[in-house]
């Protein structure tokens, strides 16, 4: 489903009962039926513009996103490939990776196969799951994005052409 549909979707409904609304109150004040139906065309083209403009703002910030991964990956990339780039710049990245998700398996290994104390656990379980964001942007960032966020991008190309 295009991202549009989808905000129409959650927004359009919505945005015809303001319409609506607000028709209602214009009754009130406006008597006959010409200066009604045209107060009711202005409302939703003024409604219809304002929903254009969100979401052109959301693709705008989509588009971002997109790019500052994107960014991410080349800069890693260039320092991976450089022969002036010093070890640690290049191993930094993926040791720093690695550790978070061994992190992440030796907690779920203790809250699984240990004994831990009921409020340790507690404490366990918040941290794992703060990992457990972490493990998913880690491996979205060396493996790529998953087929919902390219189907996303190729809407996203769509609209822009």
Not at 54 to 73: F, G, I, N, W, Y
Not at 99 to 124: C, E, M, N, P, W
């Amino acid at each position: 489903m295009p991202i549009g549909n989808i905000f129409k979707n959650l927004i359009g409904g919505k945005a015809a009962d303001i319409v609506d609304s607000v028709g209602n109150v214009v009754d009130k004040f406006v008597q006959t039926k010409e200066e009604k139906d045209a107060a009711k065309l202005e409302l939703t083209k003024v409604m219809n513009d304002h929903l254009q403009a969100m979401e052109q703002e959301v693709t705008k910030q989509l588009e971002q996103q997109v790019k500052e991964m994107d960014s991410a990956r080349q800069r890693e990339i260039q320092i991976a490939t450089s022969e002036k780039a010093p070890l640690i710049n290049k191993i930094i990245l993926p040791v720093l990776a690695i550790a978070v998700i061994s992190l992440a398996f030796l907690l779920f290994y203790l809250i699984l196969f240990r004994g831990v104390s009921v409020a340790d656990k507690d404490i366990l379980v918040f941290v794992l799951g703060a990992l457990t964001t972490y493990v998913g942007s880690i491996l979205s960032f060396y493996f790529g994005s998953s087929i919902g966020s390219a189907h996303k991008q190729s809407q996203i190309e769509k609209m822009i052409k």
